[in-house]
């Protein structure tokens, strides 16, 4: 089985600093992995993703994640963050032979102050 | 286009009651599934269909029921609802050729 570990519940930035947000997963087979942002109130929208390819994956609103199989991680940056990118942040796995049974981490959430 | 639509947004339940949070996609997306948040848990999987007729269960299946006669409709039902289930419901659809889901808005929940 699957599982995603989120150790940070919360983490605090200031505006334009930077942040790492981060996921380690466990698995015996191939996965896919994605990250998943949730702004107050909304549905989850996917980040960005990783499938095969370059290890460095870039996403919508300028986040990157690198895929380390060896450290079995897939940690989310950004270099420079805005109050807009306070919202909850979800890593999730899926099999490659069964990419419709997402698996979750417990969240992150980010909280850009001023 | 709309996506995935869920409804009702909002729901409160008496123990003991049933109801069904309906879910649509118009994606023509083969894979769709049912998600439970709960803080701190993330999300976690109820039930998952990966096309018309066929479903089965997720992490957490206890108590639902689904369904899937067409490609569109994927409604999520609650036999007997119990406290437990106080929750925010997503639906999800699934694009099989970029594995991305794509999220409803959410049924709030709350069963007292």
């Known amino acids: 089985a699957q599982s995603v570990t989120q150790l940070d519940s919360q983490v605090p930035v200031f505006e334009e600093a930077p942040v790492e947000l981060r996921c380690n997963y466990s698995?015996?087979?191939?996965?896919?992995l994605f990250w998943y942002v949730q702004y107050p109130n909304q549905g989850l929208q996917l980040l960005l993703k990783?499938?095969?390819?370059?290890?460095l994956v870039k996403g919508i609103n300028g986040f990157e994640a690198e895929f380390n199989k060896s450290q079995t991680s897939f940690h989310l940056r950004k270099p420079s963050v805005h109050i807009s990118d306070t919202a909850e942040y979800f890593c999730?796995?899926?099999?490659?032979?069964?990419?419709?049974?997402?698996?979750f981490g417990s969240g992150t959430r980010l909280l850009v102050r001023p | 286009n709309a996506g995935v639509t869920q409804t009702p947004k909002f729901q409160v339940l008496k123990t003991g009651q049933s109801m069904t949070l309906q879910c649509a996609q118009d994606?023509?997306?083969?894979?769709m599934s049912w998600y439970r948040q709960d803080p701190g848990m993330g999300l976690r999987l109820i039930h998952y269909?990966?096309?018309?007729?066929?479903?089965d269960q997720g992490e957490v299946p206890n108590g639902y029921n689904v369904s899937r006669s067409t490609t569109e409709d994927f409604p999520l039902r609650l036999l007997s609802a119990a406290p437990s289930q106080t929750s925010v419901y997503f639906c999800?659809?699934?694009?099989?050729?970029?594995?991305?889901?794509?999220f409803g808005q959410g049924t709030r929940l709350t069963v007292v």
């Open positions: 999730a796995v899926s099999r490659r032979d069964s990419s419709y049974k997402l698996i």
């Open positions: 698995s015996s087979v191939s996965v896919y």
């Open positions: 990783y499938l095969s390819g370059s290890t």
């Open positions: 994606m023509n997306h083969e894979y």
């Open positions: 269909s990966v096309g018309a007729g066929i479903t």
């Open positions: 999800a659809s699934i694009s099989r050729v970029n594995t991305e889901a794509f």
